[in-house]
């Protein structure tokens, strides 16, 4: 059987903050329906690859396929359209906004977004909260409310930045039980995380970064094995 095509090619990408040369030949690639994360130190360009992605890094070259799309000349609105939902670590919650107001502020890219309903299911604290103002929200309901915002529009793929950093182990657990949940749905997803124990947890591949670039790739399964592999691209 051929293998299936990658939802995401990304190939010898660079990308550019000013005069700053951050990635340097990211290649590295995602099947419809995986958990994927980029695992690396501080400062290695696991963020600007995501925002490469999306298209707010605007001094970049090489290659992003989403699908049969290349996505490196587009506008960031319209590789949003095309089914990428962006988390970012500092979650771009709305304080004047109410949770509702929230989560009914982006629109539609596709017609498999939940409803406010199916969010509800997924995250009960949002229902609870559902009046108070961004501002009122805790660091975990803040997360949550910025991943179910993305769900709202329908995106397929979902690139997530540090979701579970300073969160309160219950939250981390509960955020693994939905990013579990978005797998069984269909949904691919790519995740930046400092916490290994968390992303051995939810995720089938490893690709560790390092000078903006990807220094090796490990299937979750074998981490145990390749433990020293680990610790010398992260210092675990």
Known sequence: MAEMSPLLDVRDLHAWYGESHVLHGMTFSIRKGEVVTLLGRNGVGKTTTMRSIMG????????????????????????????????????????????????LLPPAVKSSGLSIGEVHTLFPQLKERA??????????????????????????????DE???????????????????????????????QNLHFAVTVADRH????????????????????????EAHLGV
Do not use: W
């Not at 108070?132 to 793929?157: N, Y």
């Not at 690709?207 to 680990?230: C, F, K, M, P, W």
């Open 56 to 103: 707010i890094v605007q001094k970049r070259t090489g290659s992003i396929r989403y699908g049969q799309t290349e996505t490196i000349g587009l506008p960031s609105n319209n590789i949003a359209r095309l089914g990428i939902g962006y988390c970012p670590e500092e979650r771009g919650i709305f304080a004047s906004l109410n949770v509702t107001e929230n989560l």
């Open 131 to 160: 009046r108070s103002q961004g501002t009122k929200l805790s660091g975990g309901e803040q997360q949550m409310l910025a991943i179910a915002r993305i769900l709202r529009t329908g995106a397929e793929l979902l690139l997530l």
């Open 163 to 193: 979701p579970t950093e300073g969160l309160a182990p219950v939250i981390v657990q509960h955020i693994g039980a939905v990013i579990r949940d978005l797998k069984k749905r269909g949904l691919t997803i790519l995740l930046v995380e």
């Open 207 to 230: 690709y560790l970064v390092e000078h903006g670039t990807v220094v090796d790739e490990i299937e979750n399964g074998q981490l145990a094995n390749n433990r020293q592999r680990l």
